[in-house]
């Protein structure tokens, strides 16, 4: 989640329309590096996977001040309201509904086992730092921490809800969300390069894979059965199906959502008073609706390529808002955050391992979490970019479950605190 600017930026870069050029360019240059020019770039990048450097070096543009990731509204509104839900149409559209059906119930009880993990980690990480170092948990920390909470489990609205409830300080939220992007994104950034590597992890663990393979080879079959030169007339009936959709799901949230916020006072509770929780849900399921249509046959024409592109965009301005610098400056806070998220990486691949799952359903469970529906479909794509949607619906699932965790996180921790 980012913070608005409070002084004015010194950033080299403050048009957004050079910084636009400057994302494309880099996005440009490393897909044009990972198709192997030499053997030197093939090897590099059989080791890291440029979906990871597509995050990374925006972030390293945003720490030495040649750009201001948090002052450009490249992420909000262009990224985060109009691409992410157009890619959400389009990958929605192409994707097997009775194939994703078929993943079945251990998928969500990753998600559920997530959000609990998350929970405990907590009050864990909390009772290790009052004995290391009391310090860090002095004050309304707690408050922080239930804010953190919110995100991690629900999203934005989430976290700031909690930040009302709990009456946290400016300067204990925004010292939460240097944690929440550093300890956040440096997670997904582990999750986005283990995906590359989901084979072997599979392999070794003995998971049961033969769902989601199944469905990627439908995919790819009904891909290369429907595959064919695209056309002119194939990118602009693409384009206008997906900003045409998201359209229409702005126009139904504005009005929805200020419904919901005026009468029915519970809607709070599970962010239905939102205007972004009703463009994911109304995208997606616009998008599947369409999948049950002939529409569906666009893949072949490149559909969900269009939509990726829209996904790595987006990945680089979620990426150019992390601050590498900042994270050393709040180091026990820093180290809170990560004992908090190594508690529920632990309990969850324990989960895994017991209900024997593939690591596509381990990423999910915890990056639909903690990464909510902003970027659960972007690592949900590096398995397969038709899988993204699958990330989508956990993401949103959150924003109904993480005001109600929270607090209740939120309760426990004022208690540990002893100012219950």
Same mark, same amino acid.
């Given at each position: 989640?980012?913070?608005?600017?409070?002084?004015?930026?010194?950033?080299?870069?403050?048009?957004?329309?050079?910084?636009?050029?400057?994302?494309?360019?880099?996005?440009?240059?490393?897909?044009?590096?990972?198709?192997?020019?030499?053997?030197?770039?093939?090897?590099?990048?059989?080791?890291?996977?440029?979906?990871?450097?597509?995050?990374?070096?925006?972030?390293?543009?945003?720490?030495?001040?040649?750009?201001?990731?948090?002052?450009?509204?490249?992420?909000?509104?262009?990224?985060?309201?109009?691409?992410?839900?157009?890619?959400?149409?389009?990958?929605?559209?192409?994707?097997?509904?009775?194939?994703?059906?078929?993943?079945?119930?251990?998928?969500?009880?990753?998600?559920?086992?997530?959000?609990?993990?998350?929970?405990?980690?907590?009050?864990?990480?909390?009772?290790?730092? #009052? /004995?290391?170092?009391?310090?860090?948990? &002095?004050?309304?920390?707690? %408050?922080?921490?239930? @804010?953190? +909470? !919110?995100?991690?489990?629900?999203?934005?609205?989430?976290?700031?809800?909690?930040?009302?409830?709990?009456?946290?300080?400016?300067?204990?939220?925004?010292?939460?969300?240097?944690?929440?992007?550093?300890?956040?994104?440096?997670?997904?950034?582990?999750?986005?390069?283990?995906?590359?590597?989901?084979?072997?992890?599979?392999?070794?663990?003995?998971?049961?894979?033969?769902?989601?393979?199944?469905?990627?080879?439908?995919?790819?079959?009904?891909?290369?059965?429907?595959?064919?030169?695209?056309?002119?007339? #194939? /990118?602009?009936?693409?384009?206008?199906? &997906?900003?045409?959709?998201? %359209?229409?799901?702005? @126009?139904? +949230? !504005?009005?929805?959502?200020?419904?919901?916020?005026?009468?029915?006072?519970?809607?709070?509770?599970?962010?239905?008073?939102?205007?972004?929780?009703?463009?994911?849900?109304?995208?997606?399921?616009?998008?599947?609706?369409?999948?049950?249509?002939?529409?569906?046959?666009?893949?072949?024409?490149?559909?969900?390529?269009?939509?990726?592109?829209?996904?790595?965009?987006?990945?680089?301005?979620?990426?150019?808002?992390?601050?590498?610098?900042?994270?050393?400056?709040?180091?026990?806070?820093?180290?809170?955050?990560?004992?908090?998220?190594?508690?529920?990486?632990?309990?969850?691949?324990?989960?895994?391992?017991?209900?024997?799952?593939?690591?596509?359903?381990?990423?999910?469970?915890?990056?639909?979490?903690?990464?909510?529906?902003?970027?659960?479909?972007?690592?949900?794509?590096?398995?397969?970019?038709?899988?993204?949607?699958?990330?989508?619906?956990?993401?949103?699932?959150?924003?109904?479950?993480?005001?109600?965790?929270?607090?209740?996180?939120?309760?426990?921790?004022?208690?540990?605190?002893?100012?219950?």
């Amino acid at each position: 989640m980012a913070i608005e600017a409070t002084e004015p930026s010194t950033a080299l870069i403050q048009n957004d329309i050079v910084l636009f050029g400057l994302i494309a360019a880099t996005l440009g240059l490393i897909f044009w590096l990972a198709s192997g020019p030499t053997p030197f770039w093939k090897k590099f990048f059989t080791w890291v996977p440029a979906l990871l450097l597509c995050y990374f070096i925006p972030g390293i543009y945003n720490s030495v001040g040649l750009i201001d990731g948090n002052a450009s509204r490249l992420y909000n509104p262009v990224a985060s309201r109009v691409l992410l839900p157009a890619a959400l149409v389009l990958l929605t559209m192409t994707i097997d509904l009775k194939g994703v059906l078929r993943l079945g119930p251990k998928l969500l009880a990753m998600y559920v086992g997530a959000s609990l993990s998350i929970m405990l980690g907590a009050f864990v990480a909390f009772w290790v730092m #009052d /004995l290391v170092h009391p310090e860090t948990v &002095a004050g309304d920390t707690w %408050g922080g921490m239930a @804010a953190l +909470a !919110g995100s991690w489990i629900g999203g934005g609205a989430n976290m700031l809800a909690m930040k009302e409830i709990f009456a946290v300080d400016e300067t204990t939220f925004g010292q939460f969300v240097v944690v929440d992007v550093g300890v956040g994104y440096v997670w997904m950034a582990v999750l986005i390069f283990l995906a590359n590597r989901a084979s072997a992890i599979d392999a070794r663990t003995g998971a049961d894979t033969r769902a989601i393979e199944e469905l990627q080879e439908r995919l790819a079959s009904y891909q290369k059965q429907h595959e064919r030169v695209t056309s002119l007339t #194939d /990118l602009m009936v693409i384009s206008g199906i &997906a900003f045409g959709a998201v %359209g229409l799901s702005h @126009a139904i +949230a !504005g009005p929805a959502s200020s419904w919901f916020a005026q009468n029915a006072p519970w809607s709070r509770q599970v962010s239905l008073h939102e205007p972004f929780v009703w463009v994911v849900v109304l995208s997606t399921f616009i998008g599947l609706a369409l999948s049950l249509t002939r529409a569906r046959a666009l893949d072949g024409a490149g559909a969900s390529k269009v939509g990726s592109l829209f996904l790595y965009i987006l990945i680089a301005c979620i990426g150019m808002q992390m601050d590498i610098g900042s994270l050393a400056d709040k180091p026990w806070l820093l180290a809170l955050g990560f004992i908090w998220i190594a508690v529920h990486i632990v309990l969850l691949a324990g989960l895994a391992k017991l209900l024997r799952v593939p690591f596509f359903y381990f990423a999910m469970g915890s990056q639909s979490n903690i990464g909510g529906p902003a970027s659960a479909p972007v690592v949900a794509s590096v398995f397969h970019p038709s899988l993204a949607p699958v990330g989508a619906l956990l993401g949103a699932l959150g924003y109904a479950t993480g005001t109600v965790a929270a607090y209740i996180v939120g309760v426990v921790l004022r208690s540990m605190a002893g100012q219950g």
